[in-house]
């Protein structure tokens, strides 16, 4: 059939234990970054996948020589066996790997060493004809809507970002939603949100937990990178509020570019959320490609978000308009969807008040 999503196989390696303390150049420095650095190194690969002719591939391709054991293990067994420390290297495909990441945050899976390629449905040769055009219709108008990006990101690439849950911390009877909502109304006052949007956005990020480190090295309860805190000055490790100041100052910084470009409030908070995900300069390649295709560049649902999730295409990807290129849009999209949701539960359950504006 069409392609119903895409993948790259990746190889799977344990972070050092003191990889938190670790900057991201000093952490690279110790990982395996290039296929060429398996040179002479075991790495465990499912018997009978395509990861075994990869391995093949970059020996032959590279001249290095890459000890190989094929095993009748399925990837999440070769997953858990690298984070507890019986196996040192596997590769599995990414969007496998980025689930597993999820419950193991001590191992890495950011080393490519493929392509990306589709993945689709395989049917039956002969006599599938009408099959076929019903499968290929269907998937080509529904990979284009929201509810497929919330799904492949609830399932495939991180499952923290497909979970919808209200907080531990929720009560009703307490009227608040994280132990940091202090904070959070604090804050939420210098960039002139609804405390309540703010905490869907931490939820979102880190489930209200102030150490959380993400595969990328982004830190706390505003998944906040080093350098975009150290942009600001802060210390995004020092304590929870330094880490929400940090967010709160990148979330002013992104309203400046985009509070020119988008008139309607509503929508323009769309966009510094998906920017917030996935940087301003993708989501202003988006804007820029459906302004160039006939598309409203200042509305996100079905204009904007269409082309943010068509920069992984090359075609689109490499056009001349483009200016950050390649970007795998669906993350974001979801990342939108579920914040909002998110906001418009916090404010059923907790009506505006004097004290929680």
């Given at each position: 059939t069409e392609p119903i999503a895409e993948t790259r196989q990746v190889l799977v390696q344990k972070k050092p234990d003191n990889w938190r303390d670790l900057t991201i150049s000093e952490l690279d420095s110790q990982l395996i970054r290039k296929p060429e650095e398996l040179a002479r190194k075991m790495v465990y690969v499912q018997e009978g996948s395509a990861h075994t002719e990869l391995l093949r591939e970059i020996s032959k391709e590279t001249g290095i020589r890459i000890h190989m054991a094929e095993v009748p293990f399925e990837a999440e067994r070769l997953i858990r066996m690298v984070a507890t420390g019986d196996i040192d290297y596997?590769?599995?495909?990414?969007?496998?790997?980025?689930?597993?990441?999820?419950?193991?945050?001590?191992?890495?899976?950011?080393?490519?060493?493929?392509?990306?390629?589709?993945?689709?449905?395989?049917?039956?040769?002969?006599?599938?004809?009408?099959?076929?055009?019903a499968l290929n219709s269907w998937i080509g108008s529904f990979r284009k809507t929201s509810a497929y990006a919330l799904i492949y990101a609830k399932y495939f690439n991180n499952s923290r970002m497909g979970v919808m849950f209200t907080s531990d911390y929720f009560a009703l009877n307490t009227g608040r939603i994280s132990q940091w909502d202090d904070l959070i109304k604090m804050y939420s006052d210098s960039i002139r949100w609804d405390w309540r949007l703010l905490a869907s956005l931490i939820y979102q990020e880190s489930r209200f937990i102030p150490d959380v480190v993400s595969a990328a090295g982004a830190y706390g309860l505003m998944q906040i990178m080093p350098e975009t805190a150290r942009h600001f000055g802060i210390d995004?490790?020092?304590?929870?509020?330094?880490?929400?100041?940090?967010?709160?100052?990148?979330?002013?910084?992104?309203?400046?570019?985009?509070?020119?470009?988008?008139?309607d409030e509503s929508e323009r908070l769309k966009f510094i959320l998906a920017a917030y995900n996935a940087g301003p300069g993708h989501v202003l390649d988006a804007m820029k490609l459906a302004e160039k295709n006939g598309m409203d560049p200042q509305k996100w649902e079905d204009n904007v978000a269409?082309?943010?999730?068509?920069?992984?295409?090359?075609k689109y990807y490499n056009d001349d308009d483009v200016k950050s290129g390649y970007f795998r849009g669906k993350e974001s999209i979801a990342f939108v969807s579920q914040i909002l949701d998110r906001y418009s539960h916090y404010r059923n359950i907790l009506p505006s008040s004097p004290e929680a504006k």
């Amino acid at each position: 059939t069409e392609p119903i999503a895409e993948t790259r196989q990746v190889l799977v390696q344990k972070k050092p234990d003191n990889w938190r303390d670790l900057t991201i150049s000093e952490l690279d420095s110790q990982l395996i970054r290039k296929p060429e650095e398996l040179a002479r190194k075991m790495v465990y690969v499912q018997e009978g996948s395509a990861h075994t002719e990869l391995l093949r591939e970059i020996s032959k391709e590279t001249g290095i020589r890459i000890h190989m054991a094929e095993v009748p293990f399925e990837a999440e067994r070769l997953i858990r066996m690298v984070a507890t420390g019986d196996i040192d290297y596997a590769v599995c495909d990414e969007n496998i790997a980025m689930v597993n990441s999820t419950y193991y945050p001590d191992i890495d899976v950011s080393t490519s060493l493929s392509q990306h390629v589709n993945l689709a449905w395989g049917i039956r040769k002969n006599n599938s004809s009408q099959l076929l055009e019903a499968l290929n219709s269907w998937i080509g108008s529904f990979r284009k809507t929201s509810a497929y990006a919330l799904i492949y990101a609830k399932y495939f690439n991180n499952s923290r970002m497909g979970v919808m849950f209200t907080s531990d911390y929720f009560a009703l009877n307490t009227g608040r939603i994280s132990q940091w909502d202090d904070l959070i109304k604090m804050y939420s006052d210098s960039i002139r949100w609804d405390w309540r949007l703010l905490a869907s956005l931490i939820y979102q990020e880190s489930r209200f937990i102030p150490d959380v480190v993400s595969a990328a090295g982004a830190y706390g309860l505003m998944q906040i990178m080093p350098e975009t805190a150290r942009h600001f000055g802060i210390d995004i490790t020092s304590s929870p509020k330094n880490n929400i100041k940090a967010g709160t100052s990148y979330i002013n910084w992104l309203h400046k570019i985009f509070d020119p470009k988008i008139e309607d409030e509503s929508e323009r908070l769309k966009f510094i959320l998906a920017a917030y995900n996935a940087g301003p300069g993708h989501v202003l390649d988006a804007m820029k490609l459906a302004e160039k295709n006939g598309m409203d560049p200042q509305k996100w649902e079905d204009n904007v978000a269409v082309w943010l999730q068509k920069k992984s295409e090359p075609k689109y990807y490499n056009d001349d308009d483009v200016k950050s290129g390649y970007f795998r849009g669906k993350e974001s999209i979801a990342f939108v969807s579920q914040i909002l949701d998110r906001y418009s539960h916090y404010r059923n359950i907790l009506p505006s008040s004097p004290e929680a504006k």
